[in-house]
């Protein structure tokens, strides 16, 4: 709601100010979102099938059991591969440690959930190129990988 | 184009599988469809105003204040803001690419592009406080102590490559103009 105020608000003053500008600019605005709209329809198709076969309480079975390594490479290949919200992600890692999953494995989990995203390729592509976006993807997957083993160091859950 | 053909094509048959699915009450197909319709308005409540926002910073703000912050000279003030600006930026990641995008534009670095892109992903200031609620300060305060001198040393090397080469595929919207 405060967003639409705000671009309500910017919207008015720049067009006070240049109407002609505020207009070229609207232009660029609809055209970026001309060309994301397929992208983005087919990440909508990715993610409405991701939100129902990866549900919060498959991941914390899947996460719930298992050794450390096997859990943290399971960890980052989930959240690679799904799309949630965080107001789903961030209670959904509270139960997991409530059932004493290892920092280090809810550490892979949240970071490659929001570092790597392999549903929002199609968009991403749109707007980086793909080279760009294969880079960015992959140094997201090893950084989460290194944070979550860092993570794991400070709690002691490792050596 | 291909590709294009390839979407449309993914599109119609996924259009056709819901249809399908409401029509013979088939309950995973339903469920999927809601999910589609329910993402799909959360988006509609954000996307719209982000592009406005991200339009009229194109034509407002000016290159040479890009590129003498965030450009390749900027050095450590660049890392700085790219953070900041991903602390405060909200929404999924579909906001933050066309900021990206929008600043490497106007004279960004590739290097403060992948920094951007990274808070944005990583340090979200509401999501963190929500985040510590839920799983506690002390891990939120580790992955922030860890994350962010890793995103900087990623973003500085792969970066880096990138702007040697003057790598500038980041507009498939060059058309526009």
Same mark, same amino acid.
């Given at each position: 709601?405060?967003?639409?105020?705000?671009?309500?608000?910017?919207?008015?003053?720049?067009?006070?100010?240049?109407?002609?500008?505020? #207009?070229? *600019?609207?232009? +660029?605005?609809? $055209?970026?979102?001309?060309?994301? %709209?397929?992208?983005? @329809?087919?990440? &909508?198709?990715?993610?409405?099938?991701?939100?129902?076969?990866?549900?919060?309480?498959?991941?914390?079975?899947?996460?719930?059991?298992?050794?450390?390594?096997?859990?943290?490479?399971?960890?980052?290949?989930?959240?690679?591969?799904?799309?949630?919200?965080?107001?789903?992600?961030?209670? #959904?890692? *509270?139960?997991? +440690?409530?059932? $004493?999953?290892?920092?280090?494995? %809810?550490?892979?989990? @949240?970071?490659? &959930?929001?570092?790597?995203?392999?549903?929002?390729?199609?968009?991403?592509?749109?707007?980086?190129?793909?080279?760009?976006?294969?880079?960015?993807?992959?140094?997201?997957?090893?950084?989460?990988?290194?944070?979550?083993?860092?993570?794991?160091?400070?709690?002691?859950?490792?050596? | 184009?291909?590709?294009?053909?390839?979407?449309?094509?993914?599109?119609?048959?996924?259009?056709?599988?819901?249809?399908?699915?409401?029509?013979?009450?088939?309950?995973?197909?339903?469920?999927?469809?809601?999910?589609?319709?329910?993402?799909?308005?959360?988006?509609?409540?954000?996307?719209?105003?982000?592009?406005?926002?991200?339009?009229?910073?194109?034509?407002?703000?000016?290159?040479?204040?890009?590129?003498?912050?965030?450009?390749?000279?900027?050095?450590?003030?660049?890392?700085?803001?790219?953070?900041?600006?991903?602390?405060?930026?909200?929404?999924?990641?579909?906001?933050?690419?066309?900021?990206?995008?929008?600043?490497?534009?106007?004279?960004?670095?590739?290097?403060?592009?992948?920094?951007?892109?990274?808070?944005?992903?990583?340090?979200?200031?509401?999501?963190?406080?929500?985040?510590?609620?839920?799983?506690?300060?002390?891990?939120?305060?580790?992955?922030?102590?860890?994350?962010?001198?890793?995103?900087?040393?990623?973003?500085?090397?792969?970066?880096?490559?990138?702007?040697?080469?003057?790598?500038?595929?980041?507009?498939?919207?060059?058309?526009?103009?």
């Amino acid at each position: 709601m405060y967003l639409f105020i705000i671009t309500g608000i910017a919207l008015l003053i720049s067009f006070i100010f240049n109407p002609k500008k505020t #207009l070229q *600019g609207l232009k +660029k605005a609809w $055209n970026k979102f001309k060309n994301m %709209i397929i992208p983005l @329809t087919i990440v &909508l198709v990715l993610v409405s099938f991701a939100l129902h076969f990866m549900t919060p309480e498959m991941i914390e079975k899947y996460l719930s059991k298992g050794n450390q390594v096997i859990g943290v490479i399971l960890a980052s290949i989930l959240g690679s591969v799904t799309m949630m919200p965080g107001f789903i992600a961030f209670p #959904l890692s *509270g139960i997991l +440690k409530d059932n $004493n999953v290892s920092y280090m494995i %809810i550490s892979a989990f @949240t970071t490659t &959930l929001m570092m790597v995203g392999v549903l929002t390729f199609p968009v991403e592509q749109n707007f980086l190129g793909t080279k760009v976006s294969i880079i960015r993807n992959t140094a997201g997957f090893i950084m989460a990988l290194i944070v979550a083993l860092i993570t794991g160091l400070v709690f002691g859950e490792i050596l | 184009m291909k590709k294009k053909f390839f979407y449309f094509a993914a599109i119609f048959i996924y259009l056709v599988f819901i249809s399908i699915s409401f029509v013979i009450d088939f309950e995973p197909g339903k469920n999927i469809g809601l999910n589609f319709t329910e993402y799909a308005i959360s988006l509609v409540k954000i996307v719209p105003c982000a592009f406005i926002l991200v339009g009229l910073f194109e034509v407002w703000v000016k290159r040479e204040v890009v590129e003498k912050n965030l450009g390749k000279e900027s050095g450590i003030v660049g890392y700085f803001w790219a953070i900041l600006l991903g602390g405060v930026t909200i929404g999924p990641m579909i906001v933050a690419l066309p900021v990206a995008q929008a600043l490497h534009k106007k004279g960004a670095s590739m290097r403060v592009i992948f920094t951007y892109l990274g808070a944005s992903a990583t340090c979200r200031i509401p999501m963190t406080i929500f985040e510590a609620t839920c799983v506690g300060i002390k891990f939120t305060i580790v992955r922030y102590a860890a994350s962010i001198p890793l995103l900087i040393i990623f973003a500085a090397i792969y970066g880096r490559v990138l702007d040697n080469r003057n790598y500038s595929r980041l507009d498939n919207t060059a058309q526009e103009n």
